[in-house]
């Protein structure tokens, strides 16, 4: 049996991988610092193993990954999903929010891919999540951009380092609706080349054919789901 870590796997499209991943057999194991959505995960008692944990902190990482190991002794798969955003004009961005924004979403990436060094198996596999925000921007996304871009590129640096034993890929996703994708107007789906705006399992399947051996001669890349956005070419 594989065995998978999620990061922010307890809500939207971490919970999808996660849910994704257990339909195939894995063992998984779902991080997340968010106490409402860990109890809801309880609540639905769909076969998840969670654990309250805070990935911007390397000790409680460090800490988390001591009873995996006890549990499992491996880890096949990674998944880097956990992040916040925050979007706010960079003459009222405190240098405390950039931190905090940085370490969740990229430092954690760090921190998580070297705590499972120990453990990986053979033929094992990390999923970064990113964003298209890596690639095009709104005003007032520098650090969660600044973030994203930094999971692109350590996706191909950690691809580098860890092959061939451990394959390194990464998932830059865009609108993809969380809560409520009835709500959405046929505005909003008819502005995607795709015609409709994303949902979480667009991700979810993408990242299991990236973490299995389907996709084995696939290392280091960036795949930006979109709905076609990015190729979108707008004139005001």
Not at 128 to 141: K, V, W
Not at 227 to 232: E, R, V, Y
Request: net charge negative; proline share 3%.
């Amino acid at each position: 049996m594989k065995t998978a870590i999620v990061s922010g796997g307890a809500h939207g499209i971490g919970k999808a991988i996660a849910l994704k991943l257990l339909k195939k057999g894995c063992a998984v194991v779902v991080l997340d610092s968010n106490p409402d959505y860990l109890q809801s995960l309880e609540a639905e008692k769909n076969g998840l193993l969670f654990f309250r944990c805070d990935v911007s902190h390397p000790d409680e990482v460090n800490e988390v990954m001591v009873k995996i190991e006890a549990l499992y002794g491996k880890v096949d798969y990674l998944v880097n999903n956990a992040g916040i955003s925050r979007f706010e004009p960079i003459e009222s961005l405190s240098i405390d929010t950039w931190n905090h924004i940085l370490a969740v979403n990229l430092s954690s990436v760090f921190y998580l891919s070297k705590a499972c060094l120990p453990l990986f198996s053979e033929n094992s596999a990390i999923l970064n999540i990113a964003s298209t925000r890596a690639l095009m921007s709104e005003p007032d996304g520098e650090a969660y951009g600044a973030s994203k871009g930094g999971i692109v590129a350590l996706t191909h640096a950690l691809a580098m380092s860890l092959g061939p034993k451990t394959r390194v890929n990464c998932i830059s996703p865009g609108w993809i609706e969380v809560e409520n994708y009835q709500s959405l107007s046929e505005t909003d789906h008819n502005q995607h080349p795709a015609g409709r705006v994303g949902k979480v399992e667009d991700i979810a399947e993408a990242a299991y054919f990236l973490l299995s051996e389907k996709s084995g001669f696939t290392t280091g890349q960036n795949f930006v789901i979109d709905g076609g956005m990015t190729k979108k070419m707008i004139y005001d």
